[in-house]
């Protein structure tokens, strides 16, 4: 399929990706994300979401490539960028400061924010514009030479973020070792390679109610909060068994479910994000409520919250009218005629 731009889900994806990740999380704050954020961070999640997105659909290599994909953004995000992988000072890891270190990483960490970004940054945000724009969910927008160029202003900004950004503010700025570098760039390789040799074979979503979607989407918002509350008992072993664990159960439920990318996982895809962002809507005022307990700034995060709840409801509003005219084409059918419908090419919404 030729490559063409769709400049308003393109645009959509750009900013969704670290609007969802770090403003509404709370991992930057109003006051910090403004306008640091939409100077530095807005480029680097932006285009990362959007050059994953292109090369998952160039390798058609399905949800689990997305994955693979999201995971090396996670690498590099966390390690080449900003560095929260190796810096032992690094704010953002609060009691794991303290143990989990091993080679010069903290291993715990390395896990939860891989998954983290895997699927907050990168596979969530993408679902979300698929079924925003049902249309361009398996067409590409970029040409070669835009993949080209999107990759190279990536990889200057990693040079930029390894010499000059600091997680933690030291003078001057922490740079790990050789070692960890490499290590953090043969990790982003592999999963690089695995996505491209992993192909996509057709197959028909496991169907699954949108409730059901949506309490897995609660899901990863608790599973993210235990995460954080079972390193709070300073073991490594246990911090990583309950990381690793219930992810792994919850990518097997979502991705059972996800996996043909028809317009039924479609749709539930955003079902599925918009059950994960209803938690980070719901703790947003309470983290501005705890801010005399936060190292950073978290005034605004209410107001942050709110706005997100008003969109989500619209968002929610359109998936169910979506799901209906979905189950309208299949003649109320299950997914496989649905499915069998769109590689017959008939029309779709």
């Given at each position: 399929m030729r490559a063409r731009?769709?400049?308003?889900?393109?645009?959509?994806?750009?900013?969704?990706?670290?609007?969802?990740?770090?403003?509404?999380?709370?991992?930057?704050?109003?006051?910090?994300?403004?306008?640091l954020g939409l100077l530095i961070v807005v480029p680097w999640y932006g285009f990362g979401a959007i050059l994953c997105r292109e090369l998952y659909i160039r390798w058609q290599s399905g949800l689990a490539g997305l994955f693979l994909l999201g995971a090396a953004f996670g690498i590099f995000e966390e390690g080449i960028l900003v560095k929260?992988?190796?810096?032992?000072?690094?704010?953002?890891?609060?009691?794991?400061?303290?143990?989990?270190?091993?080679g010069g990483a903290n291993w715990p960490w390395m896990l939860q924010l891989t998954l983290y970004?895997?699927?907050?940054?990168?596979?969530?945000?993408?679902?979300?514009?698929?079924?925003?724009?049902?249309?361009?969910?398996?067409?590409?927008?970029l040409s070669r030479k835009g993949l080209y160029t999107l990759f190279g202003i990536l990889c200057a900004m990693a040079s930029l973020g390894w010499f000059f950004l600091s997680p933690a503010g030291e003078t001057p700025p922490y740079r790990p070792g050789l070692g960890q570098f490499l290590g953090a760039v043969v990790a982003m390789a592999v999963l690089v390679l695995l996505a491209c040799r992993l192909k996509h074979r057709p197959a028909v979503s496991t169907f699954t109610r949108r409730r059901s979607l949506f309490l897995a989407g609660l899901g990863w918002g608790i599973w993210l909060m235990g995460s954080w509350l079972v390193s709070t008992a300073h073991s490594a072993a246990l911090t990583m068994l309950w990381t690793g664990?219930?992810?792994?159960?919850?990518?097997?439920?979502?991705?059972?479910?996800?996996?043909?990318?028809?317009?039924?996982?479609?749709?539930?895809?955003?079902?599925?994000?918009?059950?994960?962002?209803?938690?980070?809507?719901?703790?947003?005022?309470?983290?501005q409520l705890d801010n005399a307990n936060r190292a950073d700034d978290t005034s605004g995060m209410a107001l942050v919250g709110l706005i997100g709840f008003v969109l989500l409801a619209v968002y929610l509003v359109y998936l169910r009218r979506q799901w209906r005219r979905v189950r309208s084409l299949a003649g109320g059918a299950g997914p496989a005629q649905l499915l069998w419908r769109e590689q017959a090419g008939q029309p779709l919404p």
């Open positions: 731009i769709h400049w308003p889900a393109l645009f959509a994806l750009f900013w969704l990706s670290p609007l969802a990740a770090e403003l509404l999380s709370g991992s930057m704050p109003p006051s910090e994300f403004l306008p929260t992988f190796f810096d032992p000072h690094a704010i953002d890891l609060g009691v794991l400061q303290q143990f989990g270190w091993w970004h895997a699927l907050f940054s990168i596979c969530l945000p993408v679902l979300v514009v698929a079924s925003l724009w049902p249309a361009e969910r398996d067409r590409p927008w664990a219930v992810a792994a159960g919850l990518l097997a439920f979502a991705y059972n479910r996800l996996r043909a990318m028809d317009l039924q996982a479609v749709i539930g895809g955003g079902t599925l994000a918009a059950g994960t962002w209803l938690f980070w809507v719901v703790l947003a005022p309470l983290q």
